[in-house]
C-alpha cells in the first residue's frame, strides 16, 4: 500500500543518525507497515541501512539482528549439538507467510508489531531471548522477550527506543522443544500456538496466539499435565478476534499443553 502521509525516508548509516523527529518511524522489512494506512507516520527511518550481522554466534550466545529477515534465520547452519533449532522453521511456517514475505520481512519487525499470532514471538520467548534495546541517550537495556510483549500493538519500548537484536543463551538451543498449532481454517492465522522446551534444568510452555501476549509457565521438571491444565483453565486473559473465541482457545491451549507434557515426559 502506498503511504500517502509519508515525505521523508532517512538511511542512516551510523547510529548518531538514528533518531526520530514526530511522525517518524523505524522501517525494518516493512511487510506490516505497507500492509494498510499509517495516517500518523510522516516519515519512515530505515534500519536496515545501518548494517547490522544478520547472526552473531558469541561463547554462550546466538545474537540475532532485529533486521535480520526470517528467511535468513531459517537458512542458517546451526551446532551440531541445537537440539531446540528446528523450533525455527515450525514457528517461521506458522507465520503462513510466502517466501517473498520470508525474505523481507524481519525478526525484530514481527516481535515489534506486538500481535497475538507473532509467532517469532513465540520462538523467542521460548527459547528464553533477551532483546538489547537501544535507548536515546545512546545506551542500551536488555529486557526478556517475554516481558517486552505487553499486549497487542504494545511493547514496553520507550519514545525513541529501537530494538537493535535478540540474544539467545546456547543452552537454551541445546535443549529439547516441541510445539502445537490449530487454526480455524486450513490456511487461516494461528488461533492457538503452544510452544515447550524441556532438558535437565526444566521445563518451559509458552502460549501465543490464543493470549493478548505470551503467557508462559516454568517447572523445575516436566510437570504433570493436570498442574499445567489447573493454571490454565484458572488463566482468564484468553484473545478474541475473528480467529477463534476465548472458551475456545483455553480449550484448545488446554489439549496442546496436555500434549506437550506428555511428549516431554516420554522424552525424558
Known amino acids: ?22 511522525g517518524e518511524r523505524p522501517l525494518g522489512g516493512g511487510t506490516w507497515l505497507f500492509s494498510e494506512e499509517q495516517p500518523e507516520t510522516t516519515g519512515l527511518v530505515d534500519l536496515t541501512t545501518l548494517g547490522w550481522p544478520d547472526v552473531e554466534r558469541r561463547p554462550g550466545t546466538l545474537t540475532i539482528a532485529a533486521t535480520c529477515t526470517i528467511a535468513t534465520l531459517t537458512r542458517l547452519d546451526p551446532d551440531p549439538d541445537w537440539a531446540a533449532w528446528p523450533l525455527v522453521s515450525t514457528c517461521a511456517n506458522a507465520l503462513l507467510a510466502s517466501f517473498k514475505v520470508w525474505n523481507v520481512a524481519t525478526v525484530g519487525g514481527n516481535v515489534g ?62 535443549a529439547r522443544t516441541g510445539s502445537r498449532r490449530t487454526a480455524l481454517s486450513p490456511h487461516g492465522r494461528s488461533g492457538v500456538l503452544v510452544t515447550a522446551r524441556w532438558d535437565a534444568d526444566g521445563f518451559v510452555l509458552v502460549v501465543t496466539a490464543a493470549t493478548p501476549r505470551p503467557l508462559v509457565l516454568r517447572h523445575d521438571r516436566v510437570p504433570d499435565a493436570a498442574v499445567v491444565d489447573a493454571a490454565l ?35 525424558a
Open 113 to 174: 508489531v506486538a500481535l497475538p499470532a507473532g509467532a517469532l514471538i513465540a520462538l523467542l520467548v521460548t527459547l528464553d531471548a533477551v532483546a538489547v534495546v537501544w535507548t536515546p541517550d545512546g545506551g542500551e537495556r536488555r529486557v526478556p522477550v517475554e516481558r517486552l510483549v505487553l499486549g497487542v500493538r504494545s511493547l514496553d519500548l520507550a519514545d525513541g527506543e529501537v530494538i537493535r537484536a535478540f540474544e539467545v543463551p546456547t543452552t537454551a538451543l541445546r
Open 233 to 267: 483453565a484458572a488463566h482468564d486473559d484468553w484473545y478474541d478476534d475473528p480467529h477463534g473465541s476465548p472458551d475456545w482457545r483455553r480449550a484448545v491451549a488446554r489439549e496442546h499443553a496436555a500434549q506437550l507434557c506428555a511428549e516431554a515426559g516420554g522424552a
Open 1 to 22: 500500500m502506498d503511504l500517502v502521509t509519508v515525505r521523508t525516508v532517512r538511511t542512516p548509516s551510523h547510529r548518531d543518525g538514528l533518531t526520530f523527529s514526530p
